[in-house]
């Protein structure tokens, strides 16, 4: 099956730093990737759409100076969290969609990301 | 904006078969995936429906109706692993490969 990395799976900043997570698509290419956020106990909430070789789309409300999307290859996006505070501190993930008739998303592992 | 509702929580004992709805109001309708979430880990794909009608998977089964804006998850013959949180999500138009998801059900199997 489409498996896709995360890395780190964890990490735990000062306020203030930047953090690089890393999402791979291990046996296929993804042209598009996506980062999601997640909250205790609430659903996944699309951050931006990243094309390979064009600019991240991002949703409503979230601040693309902030958060940094590279996606320079076909099996590899970064999202970087620039200046980090305590309320970035969540969930992390991304998906890879495998282009097929359904369209279908993988997902990564997770990055939980603390900031202190 | 997408609207995706589904229960916030169910209990069922182990062996038994549990049934998750999922409205949806979506401005447009491609396609419905199912996905499965234990605590703290990334969701995994179990199912994909765009047409009407049940599609089955082992233990697991997604039924479509689009005309009611509505689909379910029946799990059978439920086992303690499939203790999870089960999500909903919708791809509004071709060619946007974007998810709305819904909040997510909690199911707790109980032995």
């Known amino acids: 099956g489409a498996v896709v990395s995360q890395h780190p799976s964890r990490v735990i900043c000062k306020s203030g730093t930047s953090v690089k997570i890393e999402c791979r698509s291990l046996?296929?290419?993804?042209?598009?990737m996506f980062w999601y956020r997640q909250f205790p106990k609430q659903s996944l909430m699309l951050m931006a759409t990243?094309?390979?070789?064009?600019?991240?789309?991002?949703e409503q409300g979230v601040e693309k100076d902030k958060f940094l999307i590279n996606h320079a290859s076909l099996t590899l996006s970064t999202l970087t969290v620039t200046s980090a505070h305590p309320e970035d501190s969540s969930f992390y993930i991304c998906?890879?969609?495998?282009?097929?008739?359904?369209?279908?998303?993988?997902f990564g592992p997770g990055t939980r990301l603390l900031v202190l | 904006g997408q609207n995706i509702d589904q229960p916030t929580e169910m209990t069922a004992t182990e062996g038994a078969i549990v049934q998750i709805n999922c409205t949806y109001q979506?401005?447009?309708?491609?396609?419905l995936f199912w996905y499965q979430q234990h605590a703290g880990e990334a969701p995994t794909f179990l199912s994909y429906?765009?047409?009407?009608g049940l599609e089955e998977k082992g233990r697991f089964s997604s039924f479509l109706s689009r005309s009611k804006g509505y689909s379910y998850l029946l799990l059978k013959e439920l086992q303690m692993k499939d203790s999870a949180s089960y999500l909903c999500?919708?791809?509004?138009?071709?060619?946007?490969?974007?998810?709305?998801f819904g909040a997510g059900t909690t199911v707790t199997v109980r032995a």
């Open positions: 998906s890879a969609r495998l282009a097929s008739l359904q369209e279908t998303q993988y």
């Open positions: 046996d296929f290419q993804a042209t598009t």
């Open positions: 990243s094309n390979e070789g064009s600019k991240a789309t991002y």
């Open positions: 979506t401005s447009g309708f491609n396609g």
């Open positions: 429906n765009v047409l009407d």
């Open positions: 999500a919708v791809r509004a138009a071709p060619g946007d490969y974007k998810l709305s």
